[in-house]
């Protein structure tokens, strides 16, 4: 009796160092059960990681979602108005329109971009100190920058809450830890369909109002804001991970600040995995061909992780042009895409918004943090921001969050299980991307590409 009880005591206390990763495997495989196995993973056994970029960059590598089963699951997620979320939209007419407006809209001179980022920074940061969840911190300062982005004014309150709720669902949803809220997505939705008058920029013509606001919702509100969300939140748990880098961060130029977020985003990619649908053939050599209506799956870890000494250290000198191992366009690190394929329209304003909140942040606090740092980071980035002025003892606290961390991964992996299951089979019965595509006439959405080289 007290040897199983005992014994009982220690699988319980062993809980934490076991099941989380084996209910992670658990759910890769329900996925792929309910999904279907689809997608040529790139690098992988067809095509190397020295032809990653060439066959990324291909013409014929433009589809974005129909004809993948992948494409129902990540319709689900963005709802609503998948259908007109930039990064879904085939190429054609529509996608033209639409990708014209978003570089309109993020034209902002740096000094005025660098501005109204310190200055989000700066009411975000008001009153905020002990231990806080770098995500969630994060939100409301990106739902103020993007609206400020696309209206020209200020972001009232009402409107802050509206977007950070809608992105935050978003990305909850996305990984599995809560459920979509429909609802509070359809009141932004509605929010922006009062205020479409009132853009900065004349918005895509041809399009229905509804059309326009989901395009909006889509690009500013919901990748905008989760987008640079995560970014921040990996960067300052990588801060508060390495003190070394976060002393000579906040003492040293930009130039330093650059390399630890270019080495962040190279370990922490926001996309896992970017796919393309193909619309032709791509010939790899005289015996293989890739056929048209294939998935690619372009794995940015894996690519990231190619081609670096020692991979998984962090280490921003790897981006030191007097240090670095390559000069930096050699690097396999391509944290915003690749130009020639629909690369990230932020690339440039993205990495400016960011040093200068990173600035604004090491200014005020010393970040302490002993979670787990992953990619796709559940738990939202623990993080203790003790002010600059007040006694630094992380100790205590840095002892219990590493011990709730570990027992909280042991619950939101069987959370992420359960739910993400449900999201899956929901996704596949509703098949919004594939249904679209069975009732739109076909000219509206499929052209080809652009002829880029090979
Ligand atoms: C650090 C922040 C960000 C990172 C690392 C990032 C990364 C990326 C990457 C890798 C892609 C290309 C994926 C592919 O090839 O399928 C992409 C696409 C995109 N990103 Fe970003 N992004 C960031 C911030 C933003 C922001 C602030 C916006 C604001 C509008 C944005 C809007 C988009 C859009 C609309 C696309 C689709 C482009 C197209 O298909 O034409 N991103 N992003």
Redesign the pocket.
């Known amino acids: 009796m007290v040897i199983a009880a005992v014994a009982a005591v220690l699988v319980l206390m062993s809980l934490p160092w076991w099941l989380p990763a084996r209910i992670v495997a658990v759910r890769a495989w329900l996925f792929a059960r309910i999904n279907g196995e689809e997608g040529i993973p790139v690098p992988g056994d067809l095509v190397g990681v020295e032809r990653f970029r060439e066959v990324?960059a291909h013409p014929a590598a433009n589809g974005?979602s129909k004809g993948a089963a992948l494409s129902d699951l990540f319709w689900y997620w963005l709802s609503p108005g998948p259908e007109m979320?930039?990064?879904?939209?085939e190429a054609g007419e529509r996608?033209d329109a639409?990708?014209h407006v978003?570089r309109d809209?993020?034209v902002v001179p740096r000094a005025q971009a660098e501005q109204l980022a310190r200055r989000c920074a700066g009411r975000a940061l008001e009153d905020v100190r002990g231990l806080i969840r770098l995500r969630d911190l994060m939100m409301p300062l990106?739902a103020e920058f993007?609206y400020e982005?696309v209206f020209g004014e200020p972001c009232p309150r009402e409107a802050r809450d509206l977007i950070a709720g809608n992105a935050n669902d978003v990305v909850t949803s996305l990984k599995c830890t809560g459920l979509r809220h429909m609802r509070r997505r359809l009141r932004l939705t509605g929010y922006l369909l009062d205020r479409l008058h009132l853009v900065r920029r004349p918005l895509p013509a041809g399009l229905t109002p509804r059309e326009q606001a989901y395009y909006l919702q889509?690009?500013?509100f919901n990748?905008?804001?989760v987008?640079?969300s995560?970014?921040?939140a990996h960067l300052l748990l990588v801060l508060a991970q390495h003190p070394d880098v976060q002393r000579r961060a906040r003492t040293g130029d930009d130039r330093y600040l650059d390399q630890v977020i270019a080495e962040t985003?190279r370990l922490y990619?926001?996309?896992g995995i970017?796919?393309?649908i193909t619309t032709g053939d791509i010939r790899l050599d005289e015996r293989t061909t890739i056929p048209a209506g294939s998935v690619l799956c372009?794995d940015?870890p894996e690519f990231h992780r190619a081609g670096f000494a020692d991979p998984g250290r962090f280490d921003p000198g790897r981006f030191d042009p007097a240090l670095g191992e390559r000069p930096a366009k050699e690097l396999n690190h391509?944290?915003?895409?690749?130009a020639a394929?629909?690369?990230?329209?932020?690339?440039r304003?993205?990495?400016i918004?960011?040093r200068v909140v990173a600035r604004e942040v090491l200014d005020r606090y010393v970040l302490d943090s002993s979670v787990t740092h992953t990619r796709s980071l559940p738990s939202r980035g623990p993080c203790l921001l003790t002010p600059r002025d007040a006694p630094h003892r992380p100790g205590p606290v840095l002892a219990w969050l590493r011990v709730r961390d570990r027992w909280e991964d042991v619950w939101r992996s069987l959370v992420q299980l359960v739910l993400g299951t449900y999201m899956v089979w929901h996704a596949r019965r509703q098949r919004l991307c594939e249904r679209h595509f069975l009732t739109e006439p076909e000219d509206r959405h499929v052209h080809p590409g652009p002829r880029h080289g090979s």
């Open positions: 990324y974005r979320h930039q990064e879904h939209l996608y639409v990708a978003t809209l993020l990106w993007s982005l889509g690009a500013f990748t905008a804001v987008q640079m995560e970014a921040m985003l990619p926001l996309f970017a796919h393309r372009f940015y391509i944290p915003f895409g690749v394929n629909r690369p990230c329209p932020a690339w304003l993205a990495p918004a960011m």
